[in-house]
């Protein structure tokens, strides 16, 4: 049966948002006579604004989107008028996204998204009514499975554990520069005097603008967490053979895509989590390679969702690292020999010249962990590490500060990179980097295997039918 | 499964690139070298560098490659120091492409580029048949 849906008047503002401070704020200015000297635009702006306007109602106008249970066709264009025919079978997924002004006036962005290469796989982007918007999604992509609610404390949890004080600084200074640019004012400037002015009120040994760096990383950490835990205060997850997620709260988001076919599984642990015993689980699925997170959880019941769905599946040789004696003590020596040498430093500092005594400590100790941390990873890899070419490739090992374990079919291996450095040839080792046919990064290293046999098992992992 | 290896003729046709790059940063050192004598050791520095390229690294890169096609997967193994060994499998190309150079041309020998879905694989110059051979296995 066919169905269509009109566009919601909303994309005629949508359409104009681009020239709003520009074009059509001066020329409003000018139309109700409030406006100041400098705003009143050129003889030339206020026609342009009328007849943008007309031509985006025009558009809203035209566009129309019909589907059945075969295809999407897609009807947009003034002048030129387009029509997309889409399949169903191409659909990869489905999009909703619901800011504050489409809960005010109704309204719902839908973006369909197909398998074809990167630059062209948005195919429809489009403003519905909000009702229009979840029949579609409802008819596309119909959910079967349970819904997943999470409870508060694992959500607070997972913000917690996926919050870094860089990704709050990324997101907070453009907004505050932005928020200062739009109301006129020093904002930024203002916020650093009162960051330094609280900094210097610290009575610490360290300089005072150690302190002030700390605060302003303390405070990306709280953006990044406020920021985490409202896109996880509306966490529902349906893993079926349709997998729908939302999440989101100021702007709220559903996506809905083809779970079915599931291209990767990836138990993942940053630091944190490692210290709680606790992963989170990451699912590649559909055709496309869309990625979902599962919050955080034990990780035995982690383990047993991917059992769920079919991972892992531990089929032929694990194969483990090498064991020598040379690699197996050889992990905590440079950290060990860091935090040696930094206490050596620190006596003779504290004896020939004291005042140096807390920046070379604030510089030194850091590192020192860092190093120590690499140590504890490098024996992780050694007595955790390993990859098994089964009936599907199953892995585990670390990538950067975290630690992974990642199972994927044949079919969706991208490729196998074996890195020979020139001090482990000797013992016939290297360090293997698995990545998975996905749009979203899925890469693991496995570190210190023996190159030989590792190659002889891909390459019959391969040869297989 | 089959291996190729690199021809003599790639390793001519790199070293003759190495030497034209070089002509220009040597002749500036050259005419450097009569103005002010300091030059001199950037000079030699620089023909130092270039004979070790052409002369002792490429030679062993180009003999450290070969190409290996098997049923349904490509081996790539290449590296001097750092050995890097890559296993493609066909279906994870998105498409090949075949490109050669004018001096490449001229020596039968032709490039070859595998774009994968992440990321890209750019083969050295090899002979024209090895190139049309393994392409035709790729996409078959």
Known sequence: ????????????????????????????????????????????????????????ILRRRAFRLFWNEREIRVVKGVLIRHTVRIPRRNLSALRMERGIADALFGSARVILETEADAARQVVVRCDLRRWDAERLSAELFATSGKSVSVPLKRRIFSALATSSAITGLTVAVPTVRRAGKLFGIALSELLYSQISETAARFNARFPKVWNTVTLILLLGYVVSFAAALLAFVRYRLTVGRITAAKRGFFVRRETRLDGGNIRAICLEQTPFLRAARRCFLRVTAGSFGHRYNLPVDRIARQRERAWQMGFPCVSGVFIRPKRDRVTAHRFYRPAFLWLIGIAAEAFLIRRKMPFLLPVSLFLSVPMGIAALYYGYIGHFNYCRGGISFGEKLCAVGSRGFCFRALYCPKHTVGVLRFTEKPWERRYGTCNLKIGVRARASVYLTVRRIDTAQALENAVRFFSDE | MRENRLPKKSLRLWQ????????????????GTFRNAVCVLPLICFFAVVLWTA???????????????????????????????DLIPFPATVY?????????????????????????????EMRRDTVSELLTEVHR
């Open chain 2, 16 to 31: 003759t690139r190495c030497g034209l790059i070089a002509v220009f940063p040597f002749t500036a050192f050259l005419i």
């Open chain 2, 55 to 85: 002369f002792f690294y490429l030679p062993r890169y180009c003999a450290g490659f070969s190409l290996e096609i098997g049923k349904r997967y490509l081996l790539v193994r290449r590296g001097v120091w750092f050995r890097r060994c």
């Open chain 1, 1 to 56: 049966m066919n169905r269509a849906v009109r566009a919601h008047p909303i994309a005629v503002v949508r359409t104009l948002e681009p020239f709003g401070f520009v074009l059509l704020l001066p020329a409003i200015q000018m139309l109700f006579g409030g406006a100041d000297a400098a705003f009143v635009p050129a003889s030339a702006e206020l026609p342009l604004a009328v007849l943008l306007t007309v031509w985006a």
């Open chain 2, 96 to 124: 090949t492409a075949a490109f050669s150079t004018p001096l490449a041309r001229r020596m039968g020998l032709s490039a070859l580029s595998f774009k994968m879905i992440r990321g890209w694989l750019i083969l050295p």
